[in-house]
T-cell receptor
Framework: DAMVIQNPRYQVTQFGKPVTLSCSQTLNHNVMYWYQQKSSQAPKLLFHYYDKDFNNEADTPDNFQSRRPNTFFCFLDIRSPGLGDAAMYLC??????????????FGSGTQLSVL | KQEVTQIPAALSVPEGENLVLNCSFTDSAIYNLQWFRQDPGKGLTSLLLIQSSQREQTSGRLNASLDKSSGRSTLYIAASQPGDSATYLCAVYTGGFKTIFGAGTRLFVKA
């Protein structure tokens, strides 16, 4: 039944060791997003894909990259995680480029710990 | 720059009480406003979406209102239950794939 699926639910990595988080969707939505949420803070948009077009937010660190090989999958790569990158990473989708009807659909998130 | 604020940051009420959560935003140029629920360590579940031309939306015991000109929205929860305990976030869609979130109100409903 899950429409936006994130794996794994919990990820532990070592300082500086590359890590990849994955997201898949069954909604056939055009847009996929990655948000970072630190404890008790608002989710912060890192980047989005509109179909194959990639858009990086201006303040997203260079350490973060993303891949979308097809409509259904999107990956978040953190090249050299620092302690400050420990957070919940949320994947979301929306049907198209937005408007008054546009809703965001979220996965269950991946909680990343950096040791 | 759009900013979204939710006050209070935390709220504790006894079971059965009706309650109101508040959300304010600084720029009235929005397409819609969504209310989400987030359980501890989980993702966000959409509760209600109010289009910019609408004044309110209802779903079960939830009612959300929007006053775009004053930059305010409220989420009314009727007859609260312990299962309503969660963090409630509001978010405004400003176009260009930008949804701006508040930090949420953490609600605890005591049995």
């Amino acid at each position: 039944d899950a429409m936006v699926i994130q794996n794994p639910r919990y990820q532990v990595t070592q300082f500086g060791k590359p890590v990849t988080l994955s997201c898949s969707q069954t909604l056939n939505h055009n847009v996929m997003y990655w948000y970072q949420q630190k404890s008790s803070q608002a989710p912060k948009l890192l980047f989005h894909y509109y179909d194959k077009d990639f858009n990086n937010e201006a303040d997203t660190p260079d350490n973060f990259q993303s891949r979308r090989p097809n409509t259904f999958f999107c990956f978040l790569d953190i090249r050299s995680p620092g302690l400050g990158d420990a957070a919940m990473y949320l994947c979301a989708t929306s049907r198209d480029m937005g408007g008054i009807y546009e809703k965001l659909f979220f996965g269950s998130g991946t909680q990343l710990s950096v040791l | 720059k759009q900013e979204v604020t939710q006050i209070p940051a935390a709220l504790s009420v006894p079971e059965g009480e009706n309650l109101v959560l508040n959300c304010s935003f600084t720029d009235s140029a929005i397409y819609n406003l969504q209310w989400f629920r987030q359980d501890p360590g989980k993702g966000l579940t959409s509760l209600l979406l109010i289009q910019s031309s609408q004044r309110e939306q209802t779903s079960g015991r939830l009612n959300a209102s929007l006053d775009k000109s004053s930059g305010r929205s409220t989420l009314y929860i009727a007859a609260s239950q312990p299962g309503d305990s969660a963090t409630y976030l509001c978010a405004v869609y400003t176009g260009g794939f930008k949804t701006i979130f508040g930090a949420g109100t953490r609600l605890f409903v005591k049995a």
